[in-house]
């Protein structure tokens, strides 16, 4: 249980530190409303649409951090992942822009299995690997395209 409990708190704390030491506060107000939008309400979204609607993944054994059957934190966790991603976009090279978007997927794909395997997510058996790999890719790929024409990727 004690896994389950501080998993998302464990997470959250480890980017928020990586946030204050790498992350300017000057880009980080401007990547936050990125983040909030981009991030959490996204994955508050894809929740409801995939999760509520379809039942194709759900949440369970959240204990305190339960708010209407959502885990509160992941949409929080999320917000800091776009921050970092929009952050360390690769600037002066579009190929390397294509692979960034591939790590940042497999990432969340294999944080995904670790929060699978800590029992605080389950999800239908065809949805792993490669249709939870394409959701990531196109998550991270639309942050990227919605970024920038701001000119926040430049």
């Known amino acids: 249980m004690t896994v389950q409990v501080l998993l998302y708190p464990a997470l959250i704390l480890i980017l928020a530190l990586f946030l204050l030491i790498t992350v300017p506060r000057k880009?980080?107000?401007t990547l936050l409303p990125y983040g909030l939008v981009l991030g959490g309400l996204l994955d508050y979204v894809c929740h409801l649409v995939l999760g509520d609607l379809f039942k194709v993944f759900s949440f369970k054994n959240h204990g305190i951090f339960n708010v209407s059957g959502q885990m509160i934190l992941a949409p929080l966790a999320w917000t800091l992942i776009i921050i970092f991603y929009l952050y360390f976009w690769p600037r002066e090279n579009k190929q390397l822009s294509y692979f960034y978007v591939l790590a940042w997927g497999?990432?969340?794909?294999?944080?995904s299995q670790v929060v699978y395997l800590a029992e605080l997510f389950e999800y239908r058996p065809w949805l792993y690997p490669i249709p939870m790999l394409i959701m990531f890719l196109a998550r991270f790929a639309f942050a990227g395209w919605v970024a920038k024409p701001w000119k926040l990727l430049d």
């Not at 497999?106 to 944080?111: E, N, Q, R, S």
């Open 106 to 111: 497999g990432l969340a794909t294999g944080f």
């Open 27 to 29: 880009v980080f107000r």
